[in-house]
């Protein structure tokens, strides 16, 4: 049981380019979602999804498209990375969406630099 | 949708008691508090839930007063890798009518020898 895996790690890239955030997850959670963390602000929803082909905005959506064709991933797509998407990126999952009885797991993160 | 407020910062000792008080004036009657903890370069973990009252766990414990605007982490006997960000959440529900749960930007403890 790995719980929530996201690759990869780290990521530099150059304005412009584009990139798809890993996030797979092996608990059998109906909810996932991504939130991005930069410094002093907490964490941040993007979008999230509460069931395969199901997704939603979160609170900071431009520029990112999610996915979720199947229960086990929530890719996050970059279409044309910008500096202010240099962040901290994390998955997280849970039976139903974190609520009573049923708490976020998340991933250990990935480091995106946008130069 | 309601927003929580916490202090930004705490600074303790080692075996000292720590208290973090989290207000959340507009909660909903159906919300739920929740509180995480976060290493530095770690996602967030659940630490505990409470809706009313006393929970406790192996953990922590979360009073909630009856009028439910504010709640309160008690961590007992800090050590060193008490050292964390602790975020204070309480549910929101989107069109749906799910829970999606949203942090705001935490209570960062630092625990000194």
């Given at each position: 049981?790995?719980?929530?895996?996201?690759?990869?790690?780290?990521?530099?890239?150059?304005?412009?380019?584009?990139?798809?955030?890993?996030?797979?997850?092996?608990?059998?959670?109906?909810?996932?979602?991504?939130?991005?963390?930069?410094?002093?602000?907490?964490?941040?929803?993007?979008?999230?999804?509460?069931?395969?082909?199901?997704?939603?905005?979160?609170?900071?959506?431009?520029?990112?498209?999610?996915?979720?064709?199947?229960?086990e991933d929530f890719p996050l797509r970059l279409l044309s990375a910008a500096p202010s998407q240099t962040s901290v990126y994390f998955c997280a999952s849970s039976f139903t969406s974190g609520g009573i009885n049923s708490p976020l797991h998340f991933g250990n993160g990935t480091r995106l630099t946008v130069t | 949708l309601a927003k929580t407020t916490q202090p930004i910062s705490m600074d303790s000792y080692e075996g000292q008691e720590v208290n973090i008080t989290c207000s959340h004036n507009n909660i909903a009657t159906n919300d739920y508090i929740t509180w995480y903890q976060q290493f530095p370069s770690q996602g967030p973990r659940f630490i505990i839930q409470g809706y009313k009252t006393k929970v406790t766990n192996e953990v922590a414990s979360l009073f909630i007063p009856a009028d439910r605007k504010s709640s309160t982490l008690s961590l007992p006997r800090v050590s060193l890798s008490d050292t964390a960000v602790y975020y204070c959440l309480v549910g929101r529900t989107s069109s749906g009518g799910s829970y999606i749960p949203t942090f705001g930007r935490g209570t960062s403890l630092i625990v000194h020898p």
């Open positions: 049981n790995a719980g929530v895996t996201q690759t990869p790690k780290f990521q530099v890239l150059k304005t412009g380019q584009s990139m798809t955030l890993q996030c797979a997850q092996d608990m059998n959670h109906e909810y996932m979602s991504w939130y991005r963390q930069d410094p002093g602000m907490g964490l941040r929803l993007i979008h999230y999804s509460v069931g395969a082909g199901i997704t939603d905005q979160g609170e900071v959506p431009n520029g990112y498209n999610v996915s979720r064709s199947t229960t | -």
